[in-house]
């Protein structure tokens, strides 16, 4: 009955009609209703063949629904029509990925992303592909079950996922100048909606943890490195040897995403800047990271709570990294940022080693 509505209400060029029957597979494919979604836009198309938006929403919705070939032929019409259009193109690389063609994939990621800059999926789908593994946030919730930190500090918090992943009893702190919680803080959380260079100005982290050093912090506030730099020297005072640091977007993407200007949803900054500081000047910490897509999760270990070269030194080493370019990484980014495989395995040997 819904497709016999549609073919009667359809006609080109009735866009708003069109756009609304595109509402509806949308809604319908949010909802899991697939086979309803595929009618919907079949109808579409026969009235609209040269709807390129209805033809790559249905690949999308077939590939949804586990039969990503079934969609193939409707991507590649849409691209015969429409050569640059970027969703489509991300769709094809969708496609290539699930069929193992991991180069054809990176290759239509690239063509999306020069066909629309901003459009973010391409770059979470390379990063996907070139890093390999589970998500950051998945290898966050291993370390949290593992290490079952007594604290834990969170530098940026934005909606509060991450802060989550510290159950009780662990003593949980939250510092974001501009939360936005989608619950509330659970008991064992405090959130204290201020800039970091303002909590650590005014409160003794040690003092606010009952006394208890730092087990476990998670820096993934601003994303220029002289703020992560702060953050780590702040936190590496109130941690013993065999605390953890952890750092997120220290594996950029590539020289776009990794701009200074940058903006979300995809976007590492140059927050790499500081393991490549680290490397050179504090070779006494146990430095790495993490291939943990989207950006890498930077992970930092025999920490010395007494050192003090990072804070008195901070002006010095801004200028001298805020001036090294990007360039630094093109000839070999994982052996400059240490790179290791996002393997269960390997990383919890690296949280045990002395």
């Excluded at 769709?91 to 800059?117: M, W």
Aim: aromatic share 8%; glycine share 6%.
């Amino acid at each position: 009955m819904l497709v016999s509505f549609l073919k009667n209400l359809i006609r080109p060029p009735k866009t708003p009609v069109m756009d609304d029957a595109l509402t509806l597979a949308r809604d319908l494919q949010a909802g899991g209703q697939h086979a309803e979604a595929i009618k919907v836009l079949d109808a579409l198309v026969e009235y609209q063949p040269d709807c390129v938006e209805a033809l790559v929403l249905r690949g999308a919705v077939k590939r949804a629904a586990g039969d990503p070939e079934a969609g193939l032929a409707d991507l590649e019409s849409a691209l015969a029509m429409d050569p640059d259009d970027a969703a489509c193109l991300h769709e094809l690389a969708v496609t290539a990925h699930l069929r193992g063609d991991d180069a054809l994939a990176l290759e239509h990621c690239a063509r999306s992303r020069r066909a629309a800059p901003d459009f973010a999926p391409p770059r979470f789908l390379q990063a996907q592909i070139i890093l390999g593994g589970e998500s950051y946030m998945a290898t966050l919730g291993r370390i949290h079950a593992y290490l079952s930190p007594r604290t834990y500090i969170e530098i940026g918090i934005f909606q509060g996922e991450s802060l989550r992943l510290a159950k009780p009893p662990t003593i949980a702190i939250g510092v974001d100048p501009n939360p936005k919680l989608l619950v509330p803080p659970a008991d064992n959380q405090r959130v204290f909606a201020e800039t970091s260079d303002a909590f650590f100005a005014g409160h003794d982290l040690r003092t606010e943890f009952g006394d208890l050093p730092v087990d476990l912090a998670f820096i993934d506030g601003m994303h220029h490195f002289e703020y992560a730099l702060r953050d780590f020297a702040h936190i590496e005072r109130h941690c013993t040897r065999d605390s953890t640091i952890l750092i997120h977007d220290c594996y950029p993407l590539d020289r776009e995403t990794a701009r200074r200007d940058g903006s979300p949803p995809f976007w590492s900054g140059d927050v790499w800047r500081l393991i490549v500081l680290l490397k050179k000047y504090r070779p006494d910490l146990a430095i790495h990271t993490i291939g943990a897509p989207p950006t890498g999760l930077g992970l930092v270990r025999r920490l010395d709570p007494e050192s003090r070269f990072l804070s008195d030194n901070h002006d010095r080493l801004c200028e001298e990294f805020l001036a090294l370019d990007y360039a630094y990484l093109d000839d070999d980014k994982p052996g400059k940022l240490n790179l290791v495989d996002n393997d269960w395995d390997k990383v919890r040997a690296l949280l045990v080693a002395s």
